[in-house]
């Protein structure tokens, strides 16, 4: 464990005896500054608009779906040439957070929020008025796209480690996953209606005044949380990082800044260095994979209920996806309390059992050694089994054509599986490393979009070898494969995270 991670859990950073740099008076006396100065109320107000501004990354990939066989055909491509657009797109959302997400981890959150959500604005200014026989020009302003959308959900996360501690990231992880979890539920809805209605050029046109009032919103309301440019808070930044509408005015009060809060300036590295932390690169693997594999559900969803059931029509079946969708959005805000709870509760039980062994004397308690691993890497056998296991059944119950109800219910109890371990991983990666949450973030989006993107390519060839019901047991099986990986971080986690903290102090 770093040593910043050790000032969180203490909520605590040593006044320097020299003054920083520029007119920022340092703190001079020995009382601890707080890990960040702002309150509760305005943690869930800025975490909330970091979220709502991540809708955008599932959003926009989901909201095409519905368009998909109209654009086909007025583009006179087959349907498989217009789903590379989607592949394409994949690609560059796996990509392109990791330069975005590492730029907001050194420049600030802020702005770099403001340039992702315009070029998604133009982008959609682009597609919307793109001709019909340019299907070259498609597939680029698609990749644009991808890279204005894809880095709101690092972005986000990255403003989690910045003011949220340990003790309260199960619940505001919960909270941050909750909106880019109705992306995939509203995202075919509001396409299939655009289309059908107005037009495919109408679902661009709703993209790009979205995204254009979100980045007014952020413009007048997101302060700066980068530890480097505001400490705690405290510091007052320079206009380009203060929103035009202060909601919270004593950062305007100069003799509270606390230049001790400020981290030291990290050079700008390349995101991909963190995946030589062995428990990093294991965690973003395990994740990936899991993803793959609901990606797989989700993706596949309106052509096989289309075989399956062929009595729905495009509006029906895109309504099927509610069930997946409001199962993630469910379990998304469940799962961040209950984390939270277990957290608490095994690190309560954790120092009880080190002060016994220390003779009651808490200054021996050495908050490094604390397992954050097993703390929350434990909850996710509850997670992961009842989704793998409603995965096999769904391919079953397709199989054998049973009532729609049955795999409605299944896919519901699979949305609030994913987003159960989905706020685990993320939660534990923050937690490693809390100073490069943008960073982390790409790093699993990369991971997550990749797989995808490789699931959505051989996901007919397995299933025209083994039809519904096996093509879904292999993977399952896949995922129950991953298991030990887990049980490899709760064993050496702790061994890594303590020989990266050494390595740093040298």
Same mark, same amino acid.
């Given at each position: 464990m770093?040593?910043?991670?050790?000032?969180e859990?203490?909520?605590v950073?040593g #006044?320097?005896?020299k003054?920083a740099k520029g007119?920022?008076p340092?703190?001079v006396d020995?009382t601890?500054a707080p !890990?960040t100065?702002?309150?509760?109320r305005?943690?869930?107000y800025?975490?909330?608009?970091?979220?709502?501004?991540?809708?955008?990354s599932p959003l926009?990939a989901n909201?095409y779906?519905?368009a998909?066989?109209?654009m086909a055909?007025?583009?006179?491509?087959?349907?498989e040439?217009?789903?590379l657009?989607?592949?394409v797109?994949?690609?560059?959302?796996?990509?392109?957070?990791m330069?975005?997400?590492?730029?907001?981890d050194r420049?600030g /959150?802020r702005?770099i929020f403001?340039i992702?959500?315009?070029?998604?604005?133009?982008?959609?200014v682009?597609l919307?008025?793109c001709?019909?026989?340019a299907y070259?020009?498609?597939?680029l302003?698609?990749c644009i796209q991808?890279?204005?959308?894809?880095?709101t959900v690092a972005l986000a996360s990255?403003?989690?480690g910045?003011?949220i501690t340990?003790q309260e990231r199960?619940?505001?992880?919960?909270?941050?996953?909750f909106a880019?979890?109705v992306g995939?539920?509203?995202g075919?809805?509001?396409?299939?209606g655009?289309t059908?209605?107005?037009?495919w050029r109408?679902?661009?046109?709703?993209?790009?005044?979205a995204?254009?009032?979100?980045?007014?919103?952020?413009?007048l309301?997101m302060?700066?949380?980068?530890r480097?440019?505001?400490g705690n808070?405290?510091?007052?930044?320079s206009?380009w990082?203060r929103?035009?509408?202060?909601?919270?005015p004593?950062?305007?009060?100069?003799?509270a800044?606390?230049?001790?809060?400020i981290p030291?300036q990290r050079?700008?590295?390349?995101?991909?260095?963190?995946?030589?932390?062995?428990?990093v690169?294991?965690?973003l !693997?395990?994740?990936?994979?899991?993803?793959?594999i609901?990606?797989?559900?989700l993706?596949s969803?309106s052509?096989?209920?289309?075989v399956v059931?062929?009595?729905?029509?495009q509006?029906?079946?895109?309504?099927c996806?509610?069930a997946l969708?409001?199962?993630?959005?469910?379990?998304?805000?469940?799962?961040?309390?209950?984390l939270?709870?277990e957290y608490s509760?095994?690190r309560t039980?954790?120092? #009880?059992?080190?002060? /016994?062994?220390?003779g009651?004397?808490?200054?021996?308690?050495?908050?490094?050694?604390?397992?954050?691993?097993?703390?929350?890497? /434990?909850?996710?056998?509850?997670?992961?089994t009842?989704f793998l296991l409603?995965?096999i059944?769904?391919?079953?119950c397709?199989q054998?054509?049973v009532h729609?109800a049955?795999?409605?219910i299944l896919?519901?109890?699979m949305?609030?599986c994913v987003?159960g371990?989905?706020?685990?991983i993320t939660?534990?990666?923050?937690?490693?490393?809390?100073?490069?949450?943008?960073?982390?973030?790409?790093?699993n989006?990369? !991971? /997550?979009c990749?797989?995808?993107a490789?699931?959505?390519g051989v !996901?007919?060839i397995i299933?025209?070898a083994?039809?519904?019901?096996?093509t879904?047991?292999l993977?399952?099986?896949i995922?129950?494969a991953?298991?030990p990986l887990t049980n490899v971080?709760?064993?050496w986690?702790?061994v890594?995270?303590?020989n990266?903290?050494r390595?740093?102090e040298?």
């Amino acid at each position: 464990m770093s040593s910043s991670e050790h000032n969180e859990d203490q909520s605590v950073v040593g #006044a320097p005896e020299k003054e920083a740099k520029g007119d920022i008076p340092a703190a001079v006396d020995a009382t601890p500054a707080p !890990f960040t100065i702002f309150t509760m109320r305005e943690k869930w107000y800025i975490i909330n608009l970091a979220a709502w501004s991540s809708l955008f990354s599932p959003l926009t990939a989901n909201v095409y779906f519905p368009a998909i066989p109209v654009m086909a055909e007025q583009f006179h491509k087959s349907t498989e040439q217009i789903n590379l657009t989607v592949t394409v797109y994949m690609v560059f959302q796996g990509v392109t957070p990791m330069l975005f997400g590492n730029l907001a981890d050194r420049s600030g /959150r802020r702005p770099i929020f403001m340039i992702c959500l315009l070029i998604l604005a133009l982008s959609c200014v682009g597609l919307a008025l793109c001709p019909t026989d340019a299907y070259w020009l498609l597939m680029l302003l698609r990749c644009i796209q991808a890279a204005g959308s894809a880095s709101t959900v690092a972005l986000a996360s990255g403003v989690m480690g910045d003011i949220i501690t340990r003790q309260e990231r199960g619940v505001f992880t919960g909270v941050l996953m909750f909106a880019p979890s109705v992306g995939p539920t509203l995202g075919p809805i509001i396409g299939g209606g655009l289309t059908q209605g107005l037009g495919w050029r109408s679902i661009f046109w709703f993209l790009c005044i979205a995204s254009s009032i979100c980045a007014i919103i952020v413009a007048l309301f997101m302060p700066e949380t980068l530890r480097n440019l505001v400490g705690n808070g405290s510091i007052r930044p320079s206009f380009w990082y203060r929103p035009l509408v202060p909601l919270m005015p004593r950062n305007r009060d100069d003799s509270a800044q606390d230049a001790s809060t400020i981290p030291p300036q990290r050079k700008l590295i390349n995101p991909l260095r963190i995946l030589v932390s062995p428990d990093v690169f294991i965690l973003l !693997f395990f994740m990936a994979v899991q993803y793959a594999i609901f990606y797989g559900v989700l993706a596949s969803l309106s052509s096989l209920f289309s075989v399956v059931y062929p009595y729905l029509n495009q509006t029906e079946i895109g309504l099927c996806f509610l069930a997946l969708g409001s199962g993630n959005t469910i379990g998304t805000l469940g799962m961040g309390k209950l984390l939270d709870r277990e957290y608490s509760r095994f690190r309560t039980k954790w120092l #009880a059992r080190r002060r /016994r062994e220390a003779g009651g004397d808490e200054g021996d308690v050495d908050e490094n050694d604390f397992p954050i691993e097993r703390a929350r890497l /434990r909850l996710m056998p509850w997670c992961l089994t009842p989704f793998l296991l409603c995965t096999i059944g769904y391919g079953w119950c397709l199989q054998f054509r049973v009532h729609i109800a049955v795999p409605l219910i299944l896919q519901f109890i699979m949305g609030g599986c994913v987003s159960g371990f989905f706020n685990i991983i993320t939660a534990l990666t923050i937690d490693v490393f809390p100073n490069q949450g943008g960073a982390i973030t790409a790093c699993n989006n990369l !991971f /997550r979009c990749l797989l995808g993107a490789l699931m959505v390519g051989v !996901f007919d060839i397995i299933l025209n070898a083994l039809g519904m019901g096996w093509t879904y047991v292999l993977l399952g099986l896949i995922g129950f494969a991953m298991y030990p990986l887990t049980n490899v971080v709760m064993r050496w986690g702790p061994v890594w995270r303590e020989n990266r903290r050494r390595a740093t102090e040298k």
